[in-house]
């Protein structure tokens, strides 16, 4: 069964109810003015500026676009999905663009994702992800990460694609044990078959600068998404205006980045001269 979120059960009704309204030729203000509504009640909506999404709004919109049957059932399950909290709600220092990305990757089909200072989040250990951050919010971050990481041994899990600087993986976190942990650790992932790993060497042209992650989705309704994210600074993207870059740049990088068989060798390298 394909993995599913809140976050992307409201982005994807969303979606589907602002295509819904444009296949009936129906403005906006129409459809407003027919449920009795404000014009700004069906933005929010169409917009995904909802929080919890109210079924009766929903099967109203439906009634008006003469949705039934299947189609009809199927929409106001994704509403009834919406409601639910995902378990990342729970940690209340996140920020509303980190806990939105959160969301969506679990539902994510795809990501590939660009990290050129430290070993990407869904390949750390605990130890690494605690290393990382301050006392007071390591433990918070290994458990983030500890969840996050299901996405990758599910029954559908997440294709991952990541180039990694060759740079990070030397660097010792935590330490000469908790590194070599590390990257016995990233081995062990790099081996599954959703898990496609390549380091961006030293001896690369220029520095690996980039830093970001691209999702795709499995319903073609639901655009493709950028996260970005560098200390004190994060964004979020979804205009595909502003995600084709991240795409072309990341197709550059591979370019730049040692196959596959390349990186598990060197990898292995410095993992046993880690020990």
């Known amino acids: 069964m394909p993995r599913t979120s809140p976050t992307g059960r409201r982005r994807h009704l969303a979606r589907e109810l602002l295509h819904l309204r444009e296949t009936t030729s129906l403005t906006?203000?129409?459809?407003?003015?027919?449920?009795?509504?404000?014009?700004?009640?069906?933005?929010?909506?169409?917009?995904?500026?909802?929080?919890?999404?109210?079924?009766?709004?929903?099967?109203?919109?439906?009634?008006?676009?003469?949705?039934?049957?299947?189609?009809?059932?199927?929409?106001?399950?994704?509403?009834?999905?919406?409601?639910?909290?995902?378990?990342?709600?729970?940690?209340?220092?996140?920020?509303?663009?980190?806990?939105?990305?959160?969301?969506?990757?679990?539902?994510?089909?795809?990501?590939?994702?660009?990290?050129?200072?430290?070993?990407?989040?869904?390949?750390?250990?605990?130890?690494?992800?605690?290393?990382?951050?301050p006392t007071a919010a390591g433990d918070a971050?290994?458990?983030?990460?500890?969840?996050?990481?299901?996405?990758?041994?599910?029954?559908?899990?997440?294709?991952?694609?990541?180039?990694?600087?060759?740079?990070?993986?030397?660097?010792?976190?935590?330490?000469?044990?908790?590194?070599?942990?590390q990257l016995d650790h990233l081995l062990e992932l790099a081996g599954l078959n959703n898990v496609r790993l390549q380091i961006y060497p030293l001896t690369a042209p220029a520095p690996l600068l980039d830093a970001f992650i691209h999702l795709t989705f499995r319903h073609v309704i639901d655009p493709e998404a950028v996260y970005v994210a560098w200390p004190g600074c994060e964004a979020w993207h979804e205009d595909p205006a502003e995600v084709t870059p991240f795409t072309d740049r990341f197709e550059e990088l591979l370019a730049a980045a040692l196959t596959r068989t390349q990186s598990r060798r060197l990898l292995a390298e410095i993992a046993d001269q880690a020990r």
Request: cysteine-free.
């Open 28 to 133: 906006a203000d129409a459809v407003a003015k027919q449920l009795g509504w404000t014009p700004s009640t069906l933005t929010r909506i169409e917009r995904n500026d909802w929080r919890i999404p109210k079924v009766h709004l929903v099967e109203a919109l439906l009634d008006v676009y003469g949705v039934t049957g299947t189609r009809r059932d199927e929409l106001i399950r994704f509403a009834l999905q919406a409601r639910d909290r995902g378990w990342w709600s729970r940690h209340k220092h996140l920020s509303s663009t980190a806990a939105t990305f959160i969301g969506l990757e679990q539902e994510a089909v795809v990501a590939r994702e660009v990290s050129p200072l430290r070993i990407p989040d869904l390949l750390q250990t605990p130890e690494y992800a605690r290393a990382l951050h």
């Open 141 to 181: 971050a290994a458990a983030i990460i500890t969840q996050r990481k299901k996405v990758l041994h599910e029954p559908d899990p997440l294709i991952y694609w990541v180039i990694v600087a060759e740079s990070a993986l030397r660097q010792q976190v935590g330490g000469r044990e908790a590194h070599a942990d």
